[in-house]
């Protein structure tokens, strides 16, 4: 254990379980580990310390990253590290103003990089049309969010914490020039990273009951997805009432996140965005 990991407590499996959900058929694990321990116990933090990372933790990240499955292994994804304050000011504008994105030390953006493969053809005078498809598009974007979730898991074990930054896609053109994106390459979302300010309070924040995602055989929309539904909207405005937050409860604040394009803060002309810089959807 080093200074960032030492003063965490590993929780048992039950605490880890009861915590995640707030319910008492919370599983019930077979055993319990560290890296349980770790995944079970996440949550997004918004407030760092005014420190640098440790020498070696960002390579540490992406090796992490890069050691996630990926589809063919064509490994079509890059990820940007922004450390420079104004270039962070700006992006941070153009995620909607957040603040975390200034305080940050590091700014992860993860980006869908087919372009490499385009390159690549063009180098080799080889033909490369599939990467006009929506598939391999949507090949990118699972590539870049399964290798940015390792790296979550990678950094929390170091002792930092983190936040997706969704609102990348806010301004899509605008990220892309800030970042000299080339065409085929599209940044699917950021990634606040930093030590935690351990006087900000923070906590796992409860999900659905196991009945609305877990379906066995065949899915099915049933009373266990209704009571699960029912019950964590009662758990989270717990939640939000102990982090002091309006206790608006999951369902109105989901619901309200759907409503309509006007609730989408500019990425509802994202197909538009996406045909700006040269993303192919066929
Ligand atoms: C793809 C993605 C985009 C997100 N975008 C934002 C964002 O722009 N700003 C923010 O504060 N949180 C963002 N989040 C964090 C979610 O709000 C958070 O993960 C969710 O509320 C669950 O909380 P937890 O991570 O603490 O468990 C994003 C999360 C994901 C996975």
């Known amino acids: 254990m080093n200074e960032l990991t030492a003063k965490k407590d590993p929780l048992s499996g039950a605490a880890a379980m009861f915590?995640?959900?707030?319910?008492?058929?919370?599983?019930?694990?077979?055993?319990?580990?560290?890296?349980?321990?770790?995944?079970?116990?996440?949550?997004?933090?918004?407030?760092?310390?005014?420190?640098?990372?440790?020498?070696?933790?960002?390579?540490?990240?992406?090796?992490?990253?890069?050691?996630?499955?990926?589809?063919?292994?064509?490994?079509?994804?890059?990820?940007?590290?922004?450390e420079d304050q104004e270039r962070k000011n700006r992006l941070a504008e153009l995620a909607g103003g957040q603040q975390h994105v200034r305080d940050c030390a590091?700014?992860?953006?993860?980006l869908s990089a087919l372009a490499r493969l385009d390159r690549l053809a063009e180098r080799q005078g080889r033909e490369a049309k599939a990467l006009s498809y929506l598939e391999l598009f949507l090949t990118g974007v699972a590539d870049a969010a399964l290798a940015a979730q390792n790296a979550v898991t990678a950094l929390e074990s170091l002792g930092l914490g983190c936040c997706y930054i969704?609102?990348?896609?806010?301004?899509?053109?605008?990220?892309?020039?800030?970042?000299?994106?080339p065409p085929h390459v599209f940044a699917v979302f950021g990634m606040v990273v930093g030590v935690p300010d351990p006087a900000v309070a923070t906590d796992v924040k409860p999900r659905l009951g196991q009945g609305?995602?877990?379906?066995?055989?065949?899915?099915?929309?049933g009373e266990a997805q209704l009571d699960a539904i029912e019950t964590l909207d009662a758990k989270f405005?717990?939640?939000?009432?102990?982090?002091?937050?309006?206790?608006?409860?999951?369902?109105?604040?989901?619901l309200s996140r759907v409503?309509?394009?006007?609730?989408?803060?500019?990425?509802?002309?994202?197909?538009?965005?996406?045909?700006?810089?040269?993303?192919g959807l066929k």
């Open 237 to 254: 405005k717990d939640f939000q009432r102990e982090q002091g937050l309006p206790e608006q409860g999951w369902i109105r604040q989901v």
């Open 19 to 82: 915590a995640r959900y707030r319910r008492d058929d919370a599983p019930k694990p077979p055993q319990w580990n560290e890296t349980l321990d770790l995944i079970l116990r996440h949550r997004s933090y918004r407030a760092f310390l005014r420190q640098k990372l440790p020498e070696g933790a960002l390579e540490t990240i992406v090796a992490a990253a890069q050691s996630a499955s990926t589809s063919s292994n064509l490994q079509v994804w890059s990820v940007v590290a922004v």
């Open 212 to 221: 609305a995602v877990l379906h066995r055989e065949q899915y099915q929309w």
């Open 106 to 110: 590091l700014f992860l953006v993860w």
């Open 166 to 181: 969704g609102a990348m896609r806010n301004h899509p053109e605008a990220v892309a020039k800030e970042l000299n994106l």
């Open 259 to 279: 409503r309509g394009p006007e609730a989408m803060s500019g990425r509802d002309r994202l197909k538009e965005a996406l045909a700006a810089l040269g993303v």
